[in-house]
Each structure stands twice: as C-alpha cells, then as structure tokens.
C-alpha cells in the first residue's frame, strides 16, 4: 500500500531523494515517517511528519541533513544531503490516519517493501 523510490548507491558526501506515494488508501490525510534498518539492528525512526507537512520530527543523526516534505497528493519525500556511510541502510516509509508525530515504529500501521540506500 505504500510504494516506495529513490533508493541507490551514492558516494559519502553525496544526495539522495526518497519518494513514497500510498496506494489504495482511502484515508484522506496521512501522518508519514521514513525508517531505516539494517541487519540485526531495530528499526530506527529517521524522520516524521503530520498531514501537509506543517510539523516535523527528526532523529539527531538526520537533523541539518534530511529533509521531510509531503505534498497535496499524500505523496512523502526524504531528502537526504551530506549522506554518510553509516546511512547505508534499507529506508522504510510508515503511515498512520490522522494525526501523530513519532519516530518509533509502534505508532504506525501501513508499511513500505523498503528501499535500499548504500552510501560508500
């Protein structure tokens, strides 16, 4: 139900754009957050934000870097600039109905298949 895009291979110092766009859901407004996860690790709240972008939340290791932006179309964006290695990880987008500001994955119900990002 939600589709994700952008992953791919980028050089330290590099830029990447995550898109994820819901399909299938009737719900009219969508609070959305991207996670991430690697191997033997907990999935880690990396960004969030509430219907039409007006709030956001970061985690410290994505502040002054990535960006979180939804447009009017439900469709939510990561931007992410200065990447790092430790960023190398399977990026995942996460939506709830209506309201909720959060970086941990319980909040949410609708999940992406993940998009891999590897940064060397």
């Known amino acids: 139900q939600l589709v994700e895009s952008g992953g791919g291979s980028v050089q330290t110092g590099g830029s990447l754009r995550l898109s994820c766009a819901p399909s299938?859901?009737?719900?009219?407004?969508?609070?959305m957050a991207w996670f991430r996860q690697t191997p033997g690790k907990e999935r880690e709240g990396v960004a969030a934000?509430?219907?039409?972008?007006?709030?956001t939340a970061y985690a410290d290791s994505a502040k002054g870097r990535f960006t979180i932006t939804q447009d009017n179309a439900k469709t939510v964006y990561l931007q992410m600039n200065s990447l790092k290695p430790e960023d190398t990880s399977m990026y995942y987008c996460?939506?709830?109905?209506?309201?909720?500001?959060?970086?941990?994955?319980?909040?949410?119900?609708?999940w992406g298949q993940g998009t891999q990002v590897t940064v060397s």
């Open positions: 299938g859901l009737s719900v009219s407004d969508f609070s």
């Open positions: 934000t509430i219907p039409g972008g007006g709030h």
């Open positions: 996460a939506a709830i109905e209506g309201w909720t500001i959060s970086l941990h994955a319980d909040a949410y119900k609708y």
